[in-house]
T-cell receptor
Framework: KAGVTQTPRYLIKTRGQQVTLSCSPISGHRSVSWYQQTPGQGLQFLFEYFSETQRNKGNFPGRFSGRQFSNSRSEMNVSTLELGDSALYLC??????????????FGPGTRLTVL | GNSVTQMEGPVTLSEEAFLTINCTYTATGYPSLFWYVQYPGEGLQLLLKATKADDKGSNKGFEATYRKETTSFHLEKGSVQVSDSAVYFCALSDGPTRGNKLVFGAGTILRVKS
């Protein structure tokens, strides 16, 4: 079974631009979560989508948004990029069971650099 | 809120040495606990998990036991290899009624010398 895929793997943008990242979950998984990884803040939860609805949200500004399509693929968008948005963005998929035993499987990440 | 604390690294060991990476957590309710590993330039790979107290997760020679009385989930391996060099993250699932958000520790860098 294919794993979680993320595109693109690397992105370079300038301040003020916007960016869209894509994630394809493992076949049969209905939940997609997004995390930001930086050296200073570590791994932080952005949001989770299940059945095309945002089910959970972390403490990030409204510039960070996402959506999920009917085939469970997800995109996240960051508008008005700031230097501090430079990070590795990780997508994780799971069956979507609303209980703590549900296991998340991660993709390779998209490395975003904002200049 | 829920939180995870890991021992600071880097941890440097010689090949075949015994490994322990400490992890303690603070949580309400009954979270599941996970260890993930990240190799350079890659995403996170699930290493092992435990879903209830006294459960032992194991994989590839790594083990961790869910200790509710000490709120710990320490990672151990009897004999490390150079290929085990990576960053290890302890995590807990946060809030079964609000999806399954993961809360991560800061990560521990492991370096194994031959």
């Amino acid at each position: 079974k294919a794993g979680v895929t993320q595109t693109p793997r690397y992105l370079i943008k300038t301040r003020g631009q916007q960016v869209t990242l894509s994630c394809s979950p493992i076949s049969g998984h209905r939940s997609v979560s997004w995390y930001q990884q930086t050296p200073g803040q570590g791994l932080q939860f952005l949001f989770e989508y299940f059945s095309e609805t945002q089910r959970n949200k972390g403490n990030f500004p409204g510039r960070f948004s996402g959506r999920q399509f009917s085939n469970s693929r997800s995109e996240m968008n960051v508008s008005t990029l700031e230097l501090g948005d430079s990070a590795l963005y990780l997508c994780a998929s799971s069956l979507g069971l609303a209980r703590s035993t549900d296991t998340q499987y991660f993709g390779p990440g998209t490395r975003l650099t904002v200049l | 809120g829920n939180s995870v604390t890991q021992m600071e690294g880097p941890v440097t060991l010689s090949e075949e040495a015994f490994l322990t990476i400490n992890c303690t957590y603070t949580a309400t309710g009954y979270p599941s606990l996970f260890w993930y590993v990240q190799y350079p330039g890659e995403g996170l790979q699930l290493l092992l998990k435990a879903t209830k107290a006294d459960d032992k997760g194991s994989n590839k020679g790594f083990e961790a036991t869910y200790r509710k009385e000490t709120t710990s989930f320490h990672l151990e391996k009897g004999s490390v290899q150079v290929s085990d060099s990576a960053v290890y993250f302890c995590a807990l699932s946060d809030g079964p009624t609000r999806g399954n958000k993961l809360v991560f520790g800061a990560g521990t860098i492991l370096r194994v010398k031959s």
